[in-house]
């Protein structure tokens, strides 16, 4: 039996709610399947990701190859690496305005694409940039190498100390 001939039988009053449940069967299925496309592609792909191209997590030298007062850009990376006595920081470099390479100076950073400028723990002190640069995790391998992991986030101002 066709759609039709079975809408054509079907009770007049009937008929709205079991269409509506219909609807709403298809609509909990419709979000239900997204969440699981979701979960599935965060699944399949965090890992993969992880791997291509730069890896998110890197070595950058001992404690010693950074003495006190260092503030370099690692440009492949994307990331400053500051020292401070025997405090250690790692600083994205990508501007959080529209993702330009900033500088790095004493003062703190600069944007040369819209004069974006943040001080030196990465803060927003003028310009366009919405959001101040993310701090990202050092931490000291066993072969006492340390390394930047660019995908955890870590609280501005947490410093690690060598
Ligand atoms: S990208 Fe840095 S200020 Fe626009």
């Known amino acids: 039996m066709s759609e039709k001939d079975n809408a054509h039988h079907s009770e007049e009053v009937s008929e709205p709610i079991s269409r509506r449940k219909v609807l709403a069967w298809l609509t909990s299925m ?3 399947g997204s969440g699981i496309v979701t979960l599935f592609s965060n699944l399949v792909f965090i890992k993969p990701r992880a ?5 998110s997590r890197f070595s950058i030298g001992t404690p010693d190859d950074f003495p006190p007062g ?3 850009a690692l440009g ?7 020292r401070e006595g025997d405090k250690m920081a790692a600083i994205s ?10 500088g790095v100076a004493e003062t703190g950073f600069a944007c040369p694409c819209h004069g ?5 723990d ?3 002190t003028g310009g366009p940039a919405p959001k101040p640069l993310p701090w990202y995790e050092l931490t000291m391998a066993p072969n006492g190498e340390l390394e930047v992991d660019k995908n955890k986030q870590i609280t501005a101002g947490k410093w690690f100390k060598v």
């Open 30 to 32: 419709g979000i239900l």
């Open 51 to 55: 791997t291509y191209g730069q890896p």
């Open 70 to 72: 260092t503030r370099i």
């Open 76 to 82: 492949g990376q994307k990331v400053a690496i500051i």
């Open 93 to 102: 470099i990508t501007c959080t305005h529209l993702g330009c390479i900033v």
């Open 116 to 120: 974006s400028r943040f001080d030196q």
């Open 122 to 124: 990465g803060n927003v």
